[in-house]
């Protein structure tokens, strides 16, 4: 079989209020025209699915009823043609804004050259201003091979078994491997995440926080490889990034939680993440919950990657 010619990475891009301060609050009945969102210049991007969030309304009720008010519209890679005839209400498009990790396919792919521009458009119908808005779109960067690590299954395998791991080390200390008193502000850089000497680890989806109080609202994740390559331009919220222990999402005035005990449609990772024996892969982890009243230190935020383990023939 002959090699692709480009090396397929995963990649998540980021347009939110660090990109464009006019998205950490869209008033009610607002419009918000000429966002230019310039894709990063070391390689092509193949947009493949997208999704929105706005920040929770309230620690207790976990709701995002913005979700349901905004219309929106984005342009190809030469900033002017857009891919629809006008805007189009996003409650109609996808459920709950794609989060839980049901990304709204973007069928055909859609091509973006190294260092192109998007323009995205906006309108708040809704009665109350839109905070934080932030849009994700998921997809690969093509990169020439050898640019990057290249990191796949062994010539020969003896077995292949799933296995989950937690994103922390597991200690006496902290016998779930979570992410330990997470203050209410906080940023823990370059976090690492450890994969054990017997075999390698293919990463394939992840669940993230807790199913008990006291939960996360505003936590967010950067992956990176062992190189310190980030996946991301800027941090992905952890119910979009991963899929949620729990979660609400409001739809025709009621509310969806989370099926069982994990998210039923898990945030896959394409190509998926291979991390050979004894590798490591790093993260960043950020909480911004200060303006909910009632936010506490959570003493556990479990971070679960999910996939199975490769060992050699």
């Not at 075999?199 to 008990?212: E, K």
Request: charged share 15%; proline share 8%; glycine share 10%.
């Amino acid at each position: 079989m002959s090699t692709p010619q480009w090396q397929q990475r995963h990649q998540d891009y980021v347009v939110g209020p660090n990109q464009d301060k006019r998205l950490a609050s869209v008033a009610a009945g607002d419009s918000v025209t000429g966002i230019d969102f310039q894709f990063e210049n070391d390689a092509p991007f193949l947009m493949r699915g997208r999704a929105y969030r706005v920040s929770y309304d309230a620690l207790d009720s976990r709701v995002q009823v913005g979700l349901n008010t905004l219309a929106f519209k984005w342009s190809k890679a030469d900033g002017r043609s857009y891919t629809s005839q006008g805007y189009i209400p996003q409650n109609l498009a996808m459920p709950y804004g794609g989060q839980g990790g049901a990304w709204k396919p973007v069928y055909p792919q859609i091509l973006y050259p190294a260092g192109s521009t998007m323009r995205l458009d906006l309108v708040n119908t809704g009665a109350a201003a839109l905070v934080n808005l932030t849009f994700y779109f998921r997809g690969v960067k093509l990169f020439p091979w050898g640019m990057n690590p290249a990191y796949t299954y062994p010539s020969k395998i003896g077995k292949i078994i799933p296995f989950v791991y937690p994103i922390a080390p597991i200690t006496q200390l902290n016998l779930t491997g979570s992410i330990q008193n997470l203050l209410i502000a906080e940023s823990r850089l370059l976090q690492q995440f450890n994969v054990q000497n017997d075999a390698d680890f293919v990463v394939r989806y992840g669940q993230a926080g807790p199913s008990y109080s006291p939960f996360g609202a505003e936590v967010f994740f950067i992956l990176r490889d062992d190189n310190r390559k980030a996946f991301s331009n800027d941090y992905v919220h952890y119910e979009t990034l991963f899929g949620p222990s729990s979660g609400n999402y409001p739809c025709g005035g009621v509310t969806i939680p989370a099926i069982g005990t994990g998210n039923s449609l898990p945030s896959t990772f394409f190509p998926e993440l291979y991390v050979p024996a004894s590798h490591l892969m790093y993260y960043d982890v950020q909480r911004a919950d200060s303006g909910y009243g009632g936010a506490a230190t959570i003493p556990n935020f479990p971070v679960n990657l999910v996939g199975s383990k490769v060992y050699p023939g």
